[in-house]
């Protein structure tokens, strides 16, 4: 969801909010973001592929992140071009740049594919750590097999909810040429509540699987001898980096959401709610985007325990 192309956006009938600077905004931060995308996530392939090429589960899904990085890593420039047309209307005071539906639909498609892989996929991360370290026994959960069916009905998901999210926002907006979906339009509430509930709904389930992971491997860690418990600091590692990366890159954006949607459509009548949540949106939004620049930590500070179940497999084969 975005703004609407005023300058000054009613939000009630007395309450107003200058966004104007949202445009610009968004084409520098893309910009800087996608330059950091490009060269860390090349860097942290570079690394990955380094790695013994005998697959296991934790490899399957960190290989499946990286994709789901490069699909907004290649959608950055098409925003970038957007942001800077609609910057360019607003300053020359033309009429407003409408790219077309098309033009959208791609854009905002992989957007989606990006947001909800990263974050389907960075749980199944924490959820492949949590068998490896709480059930070690249930060693058939964590198959390679078992996580490219997994991955495959991931991708499926993502690519139903990427499509059904826009299509959604088109059918709400079809009453008036922006490009992107207006909650304050008086039409389609229902539409937009179904699209909230839909997108809540994708970070709420993750969210609450990757507490319930963490906390159980912190609990089984504690009853563990201390030198029981180096063995693992390196599921550690990889289980802070991925609960940083979730938490700080996807909760503000869902509860900006929330609260945005919520006034706009006037579910929730505050003024000072609608103002800083209509504020934030730009930074927020750009905070969720930067999980592409941060997912290649995940990456290269696991890499040693990679290397370690890789030559642990091959080891077991060999006997």
Same mark, same amino acid.
């Given at each position: 969801?975005?703004?609407?192309?005023?300058?000054?956006?009613?939000?009630?009938?007395? =309450?107003?909010?200058?966004?104007?600077?949202? @445009?610009?905004?968004?084409?520098?931060?893309?910009?800087?973001?996608?330059? @950091?995308?490009?060269?860390?996530?090349?860097?942290?392939?570079?690394?990955?592929?380094?790695?013994?090429?005998?697959?296991?589960?934790?490899?399957?899904?960190?290989?499946?992140?990286?994709?789901?990085?490069?699909? @907004?890593?290649?959608?950055?420039?098409?925003?970038?071009?957007?942001?800077?047309?609609?910057?360019?209307?607003?300053?020359?005071?033309?009429?407003?740049?409408?790219?077309?539906?098309?033009?959208?639909? /791609?854009? @905002?498609?992989?957007?989606?594919?990006?947001?909800?892989?990263?974050?389907?996929?960075?749980?199944?991360?924490?959820?492949?750590?949590?068998?490896? #370290?709480?059930?070690?026994?249930?060693?058939? /959960?964590?198959?390679?097999?078992?996580?490219?069916?997994?991955?495959?009905?991931?991708?499926?998901?993502?690519?139903?909810?990427?499509?059904?999210?826009?299509?959604?926002? %088109?059918?709400?907006?079809?009453?008036?040429? %922006?490009?992107?979906?207006?909650? %304050?339009?008086?039409?389609?509430?229902?539409?937009? *509540?179904?699209?909230?509930?839909?997108?809540?709904?994708?970070?709420?389930?993750?969210?609450?699987?990757?507490?319930?992971?963490? =906390?159980?491997?912190?609990?089984?860690?504690?009853?563990?001898?201390?030198?029981?418990?180096?063995?693992?600091?390196?599921?550690?590692?990889?289980?802070?980096? #991925?609960?940083?990366?979730?938490?700080?890159?996807?909760?503000?954006?869902?509860?900006?959401? *929330?609260?945005?949607?919520?006034?706009?459509?006037?579910?929730?009548?505050?003024?000072? /709610?609608?103002?800083?949540?209509?504020? *934030?949106?730009?930074? #927020?939004?750009?905070?969720?985007?930067?999980?592409?620049?941060?997912?290649?930590?995940?990456?290269?500070?696991?890499?040693?325990?990679?290397?370690?179940?890789?030559?642990?497999?091959?080891?077991?084969?060999?006997?």
């Amino acid at each position: 969801m975005d703004l609407r192309n005023t300058t000054y956006i009613s939000i009630q009938a007395n =309450c107003t909010v200058d966004t104007s600077y949202r @445009f610009t905004y968004y084409k520098i931060s893309y910009s800087v973001i996608f330059i @950091f995308g490009v060269i860390s996530n090349a860097t942290a392939l570079r690394r990955f592929c380094r790695i013994p090429q005998t697959f296991t589960s934790t490899v399957i899904y960190m290989a499946n992140l990286a994709a789901a990085d490069i699909f @907004f890593v290649i959608s950055l420039p098409l925003r970038i071009y957007y942001y800077h047309n609609k910057a360019a209307a607003i300053s020359n005071r033309t009429n407003d740049w409408s790219p077309g539906g098309a033009f959208c639909q /791609l854009t @905002f498609t992989l957007k989606y594919i990006s947001l909800y892989g990263g974050i389907f996929f960075l749980v199944c991360i924490g959820v492949d750590r949590y068998f490896a #370290v709480v059930h070690p026994l249930h060693q058939h /959960l964590r198959k390679v097999r078992t996580a490219r069916m997994l991955s495959a009905g991931i991708w499926c998901l993502v690519l139903a909810l990427s499509l059904t999210l826009p299509l959604l926002y %088109s059918a709400a907006s079809r009453w008036h040429k %922006s490009c992107l979906l207006d909650p %304050s339009s008086k039409r389609d509430h229902t539409i937009i *509540l179904a699209a909230l509930g839909l997108v809540q709904i994708a970070y709420l389930l993750p969210a609450l699987l990757l507490l319930f992971s963490y =906390c159980s491997i912190l609990r089984m860690l504690r009853s563990l001898p201390h030198r029981r418990k180096i063995r693992h600091r390196r599921t550690l590692t990889v289980i802070y980096w #991925v609960l940083v990366v979730f938490f700080l890159c996807f909760t503000p954006y869902h509860l900006k959401l *929330l609260g945005y949607t919520l006034t706009q459509v006037g579910l929730v009548r505050s003024c000072g /709610l609608a103002q800083v949540t209509k504020v *934030l949106h730009p930074i #927020v939004l750009s905070l969720a985007s930067t999980n592409c620049c941060l997912n290649p930590l995940i990456y290269y500070f696991s890499s040693s325990l990679i290397h370690k179940e890789t030559t642990g497999s091959r080891g077991s084969a060999s006997q």
